[in-house]
């Protein structure tokens, strides 16, 4: 009897319903993917509008490569033409970031309305890059939950290298673009018009930064090797194709035309090394970044080391594409460490971005990942931490605002100093607010002939005079030396590259010292004297 009662207590409680836990997985598989974009829209907003809001100077968030970008746009957008200093016309930029700020520039010089640009350009690009990760993420079978979570973190990943200003901003959108509107062949195989359309924006990636054009390149050649792909493109998709690649014929047509050159030479300022040996200043300025940044490098890494397994699941364009996106940031870094010996900044490892993309992408297509990822309980903990980590991202400053107080002097005192100034490493903001036109002598806004000066390493004081040059900015780190200063430029450059040189032994006209760095003025029609700067 009593194990009859025990019976019957036990039949009286519920037992767990199948049809509960398939209501909490709907509620979550629905809920959970709005929660993520909706923070996404707020929380990039705030970072974004951080800057806006706080009492900092506006240029201390810029990198100062920005503002050689802003310089120009500015001569151009005032009908001055594309130069830097108004002494020699430059193509010393990616062409599609400055039409942007030559636009925007044509309408307003005000550095707030400037700002606000800069603002709402990076929370745009963020968005862009939020959403095309989600679409390519989503269409290797992630689920809503978790590809809206990864996408998050190439997202997040991304937006430090947007906040600088520079033309990264549109470039990670518009490969993203690229590698997800490629995979829609039903669209873009139609006819002539619809790959003319793929091919336009083939232009605009490439157009937006330069060295894409080799990604584009290893795109096509290995689309081409498939057979399968390679014998379903039809003549009129080539021909589509070529009449969206226009622009950038046309880019490189201009170049050629008003510059006497078909790359711009901010590239090739860069890469005048005597040997083509690997160097170590590239390598090397991938190992030196954060944790947290090489650990985002680590899915990368484990996906080509995966791409044997995962290249059977993947899709015939996938096979094709996938691949090169995930190899490219290597094969690029290899590249410039043969042809340069300058360190490379941040903007520079952009690829890392769309190829995180990519591998998480692949992640969602490989069977064991794919099981794991499925897991709700997986999507919901990486959905809270996602957007935890968005509410965490912040504007940052770093050095700027050396820089910032730097230009700042260098100004005031070219207010009663008129001439023209010279200058290399650090100069882009000095250039923006100096009332004077400025030589640049690393040579990265100037023109061929300049880069045939380097080349040649002629003496830093001739090529200062045969530009007229009266004042010479130069900037020393401690330990200071006693005596004459020893110029180098460009200051950047490794040892295998060409460099000018200078002995400068007259006293500066000006010193200011801003921390750790000190910058000198020398006024180079004073009678040289022996001394300590």
């Not at 924006?201 to 054009?213: E, G, K, P, Q, Y």
């Amino acid at each position: 009897m009593k194990q009859i009662s025990e019976a019957q207590d036990s039949a009286q409680e519920p037992a767990p319903s199948p049809q509960a836990d398939v209501g909490w997985r709907s509620v979550l598989n629905r809920w959970a993917p709005i929660g993520v974009t909706a923070c996404m829209i707020v929380g990039v907003a705030k970072t974004v509008a951080e800057p806006l809001l706080r009492p900092v100077q506006w240029m201390t968030y810029e990198e100062d490569d920005f503002f050689y970008y802003l310089k120009i746009a500015q001569n151009l957008a005032h009908g001055h033409g594309s130069t830097f200093n108004g002494i020699v016309p430059t193509n010393g930029y990616h062409p599609l970031w400055l039409m942007a700020l030559t636009i925007l520039s044509f309408f307003t010089g005000n550095p707030k309305l400037i700002h606000l640009f800069l603002a709402v350009t990076t929370y745009a690009a963020t968005l862009a890059t939020y959403f095309l990760s989600r679409a390519l993420i989503r269409i290797s079978g992630a689920g809503d939950l978790i590809a809206n979570a990864l996408a998050v973190y190439v997202a997040l990943y991304s937006i430090h290298i947007f906040t600088g200003g520079m033309e990264v901003v549109l470039t990670v959108p518009l490969v993203l673009a690229v590698l997800l509107a490629a995979q829609h062949r039903s669209f873009w195989q139609k006819g002539l018009w619809q790959s003319a359309c793929l091919g336009v924006l083939v232009s605009a990636m490439a157009l937006s930064r330069l060295d894409t054009v080799l990604l584009a390149g290893l795109m096509l050649l290995s689309v081409l090797v498939h057979p399968a792909l390679r014998r379903s493109v039809r003549a009129s998709n080539a021909a589509g194709l070529a009449v969206g690649l226009t622009p950038l014929a046309l880019y490189f047509l201009s170049n050629r035309i008003w510059f006497d050159t078909w790359l711009p030479v901010s590239g090739m300022a860069k890469q005048m090394k005597f040997n083509h040996a690997p160097s170590a200043p590239a390598i090397m300025s991938l190992l030196g970044k954060q944790h947290s940044q090489l650990l985002s490098v680590v899915p990368v890494v484990v996906a080509i080391l995966l791409l044997p397994a995962m290249y059977k699941r993947l899709t015939e364009m996938q096979k094709a594409l996938y691949p090169v996106a995930l190899i490219f940031p290597f094969f690029y870094l290899l590249l410039l460490s043969c042809l340069s010996d300058w360190k490379l900044w941040d903007w520079y490892f952009y690829s890392l971005r769309t190829a995180l993309c990519v591998a998480l992408a692949m992640f969602c297509v490989w069977r064991p990942t794919a099981r794991v990822l499925a897991w709700p309980l997986v999507g919901a903990v990486a959905s809270v931490g996602m957007a935890a980590l968005i509410f965490r991202t912040h504007a940052s400053t770093g050095a700027q605002f050396q820089l910032y107080e730097i230009a700042q002097d260098v100004r005031d005192f070219a207010a009663t100093h008129p001439g023209r100034y010279a200058m290399g490493d650090r100069s882009g903001m000095v250039a923006y607010l100096l009332p004077q036109p400025m030589v640049q002598t690393e040579g990265l806004v100037m023109d061929r002939h300049f880069l045939s000066e380097i080349q040649r390493q002629l003496p830093l004081r001739e090529v200062l005079g045969e530009y007229g040059v009266r004042y010479y900015i130069a900037t020393a780190y401690p330990p200071y030396s006693a005596g004459c200063f020893h110029a180098v430029e460009p200051a950047q450059a490794g040892p295998s590259s060409p460099r000018m040189r200078g002995d400068f032994c007259e006293a500066p006209v000006a010193v200011f010292q801003q921390r750790d760095v000190r910058t000198m003025v020398f006024d180079l029609d004073a009678a040289p004297s022996t001394g300590a700067p």
